[in-house]
Every structure is written in C-alpha cells, then in structure tokens.
C-alpha cells in the first residue's frame, strides 16, 4: 500500500461521476431519466470507481478489486470510497464494493451536482427541474466557448462511438456500460440491431468498465449484501386507531396526519378494506427530500393512466 502523503493527480475538467450523471439528463424535460434507486445509487459508485481506476488508485480484475495507491484524490465523491477500500484489510470483488458502497450513492449524487452548478454547468430551478448551460461552462472549464452544453458533448463522444467505427477512450467505454447497465442507453439514442450489438461490443473492449458493469448488473439482478440493510417496512395504521382518533370526528384532517406521523413515524400507510393502500409522506424534512429526490424514487405514471385514457 503506498504512503498517504503527497501530491493529488491533476484530475479532468469534468469526472466520470460528473458525465455519467450529465448523460441520465433529458435536456427536452429537465429532469433525469428515472432509474430505480438501488440501480442508481450502484451505477453511480461504479462511476466513482471508475475514476479512481482512470486515476490508478484502483485497478479489478475477475475475482477481485485491488488497491494501487490511497493517495486522496482531493475530490470529495472519490475520497471517501477510497478511503474505505483502502482500509478493507481484505480483498473483495467488485460486486462487492458496488453493493457495499451503494448506501453513499446519494450523497455523491448530491455533492456532484452541487459541483457541476458552482462550474456553471447546470442550473437547478424551483420544482426540481434543471436546465444546462451553454457557452459558459467551456469558457471557465476548458477555455473556449462553444455553443454546446457538457452533456451534448459527453453524449456527441458516446454517439460517434455508437454509431461510427472508432473505439472510445476507457472512460467513454465506461460510460457506456454504466448507461446500459442501467437501460438509459434506448431511451436517449435510437438503437437498431446493429446498434445494440454494437454497445454489446463496447461494454466489454474496457476491462474495468466491463467488471464495473457486470458487478452492478449482478448487484441489480441478485445482490451479495440484503438491501434491507437499506430500507425497513412501512408502519401500517391501524384502521381501530384511525376511525377512534378524535381528530376524524372533528374532520381536522391536517391533526390527523400529524397525530399519526407523531406515532408511526413521517412514511407510513394505510390499507382501507377492499381499496387500494395509500402511502402518506408528512413532515418538511421528507417532503423536502421528495422535492428533491421524489423523481429517482417515485412515479406518478401508474396514476395518470387513466386520464391518459380519456383526456390524451
């Protein structure tokens, strides 16, 4: 294990971290493709381990991933993965890392948007929606300005790898394993036969990329670690507790819901008889999570559908 001391490696304008999450937006509505959370918060570890492959700290093969240095990086969402491989004194897998780490997944999600807003790549707006700068982000990053936003250039790299015939670069190949790890990949491009095959063929030329990858598809498909280590049921209301609390003969439904998130905690349910259960959220802290995070975790699709049916 080499000494802590010295210098970080000069790192890239922008990180895999940064592009991978660049690439999940659709510029047309705002907001990022939906993954589900565990899906989400492994690829964006996997990203984090990526770059510090990129930048030697790591390196993986079949069995196993193995540190190369635990020099800090400088950077805030690669640090502290390092920092806890480095001090595993025991070999593991990938998979296992990915799964291990996942639980940091948003809080890296967290410090590299506020990153990629303070270098003037994206703008965040009120109802949770963003928006990409144009222009300015290459002039403070790369010192030039051209007309494009960074995720139509990370996503302009990936196209020409896609469509044409040479062969990206490994963090372009990483990339495109994560991104088809998490099938995003079909919803920004229009992929044919020959297309798909095509990223088939490049998800497997990078090494790392490829181990990285197929850690999270294992991870997604059947994890080593329980996820219940990352979540706990919902309380369900008692429907005697709810038709007796005094609040419900008043019709003060506002007391209700704070009577009851006072003792089932801010998520909890009820199951009427016959009907469809109901999930409640209650408080501003989990309202503000689901303000900011409600999009990566929750859908409103199945609700809408049937005014879909009859409204278009």
Sequence with gaps: MSSATGAAAPTKTLTLVDEFLLTLLNEDAGYFHQVPGWDLNCAVVGAAMGELSLRSRIDTDVESLILLDDTPTGDPALDPILEKIANEPSRHSAQYWVERLAIRGESIIDATLERLVLLKVLEHHDGGFWTLARAGWQANLRGQADDETAAEFVKTRISRAIFGEELPDPGDAIIISLTNACDVLRLIFQLDDEAAARVEHLCKIDLIGRAIADAITDSVAGPLLRRSTFAKAIPVVSLIKLLRNPHVRRGNLPALFASLAEEYGPVFQIKVP?????????????????HRHGRMYLRARDYLEEFEKVYG
Excluded: D, K, S
Aim: glycine residues 12%; aromatic residues 18%.
């Design 274 to 290: 016959f009907g469809q259960r109901m999930i409640f959220l209650c408080g501003p802290r989990t309202n503000r999570w689901v």
